[in-house]
């Protein structure tokens, strides 16, 4: 890649130029200009004497090189002209008729006023514009205001109007809208509360994973009580100079005392909000940790009786810092997590609103084919049905295109242009049905939907997705030693049919690995370990990371029960498909042919006889 130079100059070079200018403008263009605002003529040596005998001439002044005189008869203009050898001239002037006066000839300045504008206001005013053009520039770098800005807040003001949004445009999350409707209720009738004594929440946190509504939910907030919304982002807070970031939070909350009552959103606050590590300036963040300090006093400055409302959305609370979740600051917590299934069919229905759909769409089919999918994915989803059918060039969005878009957000797009060769299509499918046979074949397990060898851009040479009949919050040992069995059928029908190991079992793999370490260390499925918690999750929401809060010795003794685990359920499913050796090959026969077969279609071979 060809590297792009920065030809930007430093700010000292412009400055030098313009030391240049007025330098021209002072010693070259000013006198020039002068000298044409003077009207000096320039005439032979025989006209000055023809002017001197005739007694025209008021003012002579003589030098080396040349003479200059002033005229009787012509007023303002000055007469300029060579120096001869002429040594009686002296006595020719003394002799003349009029008294000619001895004395420095100044040519008149008709424009003074051009003059200082010319030397001293012109510069001042390329100063000025200069000035005013690097600040610009060094404010867009900086990313917020310019030196005389750097303690405004950058909280962008909403009023009803412009946000939009009420609760009815947020599904899915009921309890959490419930526990906000307090708040909208304090804020629309503040005396019901005074009457009583209580006083409202300062703050409330909204916590939970990317893309649940936690933004969607605040603005409606401020929509359904009408009054102001604040919404601010916490890496605005973050300044290249310290202080800074305190006073753009005195700022925020000046603006929502004048405003209240208000609701203030403070979005991704972690980043403002993490815990103090006591470092300060010394390898530690000492810019951040004011921020934090100057957020929390305002919040125990400001009577919560004047309607300010402080809410606060974060997917990180195990890193805020225990003082900002004390009473009195963020009170509450509402959890804003994933939806269930009947949420998650309300949340397509609402975005389902503006798009064009055919009469038979089944919403809770495809709810329950996205369990785990955030409200943000789900949208996703329906845009993607709705591009689909507009493809195909229908003016409606089907039910077929909308199956088609879990797909694509699951395992991507279709790799039409793929060439496998028939030897890698033909393990493919077995591998693919292998995994649906030991599924069917066992109780406690989601039944299959559908099986296809199509490739995908995720990578996948093809997939079986099941889906299950209904909502499930818990998983038994036997479930998830099931579903163990289920991720090895794959590689389990490889061995059976061709007798090798091909790589398209690694996805598997991981996952079967992931679920049996998961059984021994955090969920007490293990009778060697009993209910020994062995590992403790670092972040469950942003991603599965976990660390282990035991010994290196029983850390051997966990890879053995997890290999031990593993090594059964791949046993199983080997023992499942040799008892049904006859189907595995009629059913990969079939999704050879069509190369995408329906969960049905997959039930009515298998039970045939």
């Not at 509360?193 to 909204?206: D, F, Q, R, T």
């Not at 805020?320 to 299934?341: M, S, W, Y």
């Not at 040479?461 to 818990?474: D, H, I, P, R, W």
């Not at 009778?527 to 599965?544: I, K």
Request: charged share 25%; net charge negative.
């Amino acid at each position: 890649m060809k590297e792009q130079k920065n030809n930007r100059k430093p700010f000292i070079y412009y400055y030098v130029i313009v030391l240049i200018v007025m330098v021209i403008l002072n010693t070259l263009i000013v006198p020039y200009l002068n000298k044409l605002s003077s009207k000096v003529v320039e005439v032979d040596y025989g006209t000055f004497l023809s002017m001197v005998e005739a007694g025209d001439v008021t003012t002579v002044e003589v030098d080396e090189k040349q003479i200059a005189f002033l005229s009787k008869s012509q007023e303002g203009i000055v007469y300029i002209t060579g120096r001869m050898d002429d040594p009686g001239l002296v006595d020719r002037l003394h002799d003349s008729d009029s008294e000619i006066k001895f004395s420095k000839v100044v040519p008149k300045e008709n424009s003074t006023f051009l003059n200082a504008i010319l030397s001293w206001v012109l510069p001042l005013i390329i100063f000025i514009g200069l000035g005013q053009l690097l600040s610009r520039q060094l404010q867009k770098k900086m990313g917020s205001g310019g030196a005389m800005q750097f303690g405004k807040s950058n909280a962008k003001v909403y009023v009803e109007a412009q946000t939009g949004k009420r609760f009815d445009d947020v599904a899915g999350q009921d309890e959490a809208k419930e526990a906000l409707t307090e708040i909208v209720d304090f804020l629309h009738n503040p005396q019901k509360y005074e009457g009583i004594g209580a006083v409202m929440p300062k703050g409330a946190l909204l916590v939970g994973p990317p893309g649940t509504g936690k933004t969607l939910l605040a603005k409606a907030v401020a929509g359904e009580a009408k009054v102001p919304f604040f919404s601010i982002s916490g890496s605005e807070f973050v300044e290249m100079f310290v202080g800074m970031g305190a006073a753009k939070v005195r700022d925020l909350f000046n603006q929502a005392q004048e405003k209240a009552p208000c609701i203030v959103f403070i979005d991704e606050i972690d980043t403002i909000g993490k815990k103090r590590d006591g470092a300060g300036g010394i390898g530690g963040n000492d810019e951040r940790e004011q921020t934090l300090n100057q957020l929390l006093t305002e919040m125990d400055g400001f009577d919560g009786k004047k309607g300010v409302v402080i809410l606060a959305a974060t997917n990180r609370p195990e890193s805020l810092d225990k003082a900002l979740l004390r009473p009195g600051r963020f009170d509450r917590r509402i959890p804003v997590e994933l939806p269930d299934l009947a949420g998650r069919e309300a949340i397509l229905k609402v975005h389902a609103k503006n798009v064009q759909l055919e009469d038979n769409i089944d919403f809770n089919a495809i709810a329950r084919a996205t369990a785990g999918a955030s409200g943000a994915e789900l949208a996703n989803i329906i845009n993607e049905g709705a591009l689909r059918a507009v493809k195909n060039g229908r003016n409606k969005t089907s039910q077929e295109d909308l199956e088609e878009a879990v797909e694509v957000v699951i395992a991507g797009y279709q790799r039409k242009n793929a060439v496998i060769s028939p030897k890698e299509k033909k393990i493919v499918a077995y591998h693919e049905i292998g995994h649906a046979l030991v599924a069917a074949k066992q109780t406690e397990s989601a039944p299959v939907h559908k099986i296809t060898i199509i490739p995908r851009t995720s990578g996948a040479l093809g997939y079986t997705m099941q889906v299950a009949e209904e909502e499930q919050f818990l998983m038994s040992k036997e479930e998830a030693f099931n579903k163990i069995v289920t991720f090895t059928g794959g590689r389990a029908a490889e061995e059976v049919i061709f007798n090798t190991f091909t790589t398209g079992a690694s996805n598997d793999i991981e996952q079967a690995t992931k679920l049996a370490r998961a059984m021994v260390t955090r969920y007490g499925m293990s009778e060697e370990f009993d209910m020994m918690a062995l590992e403790s999750v670092n972040n469950p929401y942003l991603s599965a990371d976990s660390s282990l809060t035991c010994s290196s010795e029983t850390s051997s003794k966990i890879d053995d029960e997890v290999l031990r685990i593993i090594k059964e359920a791949h046993g199983k499913a080997v023992r499942i498909l040799r008892e049904n050796e006859e189907k595995l090959h009629e059913l990969a026969s079939y999704l050879l042919e069509k190369e995408t077969i329906t969960g049905d279609e997959f039930m009515k071979i298998l039970n045939t006889i």
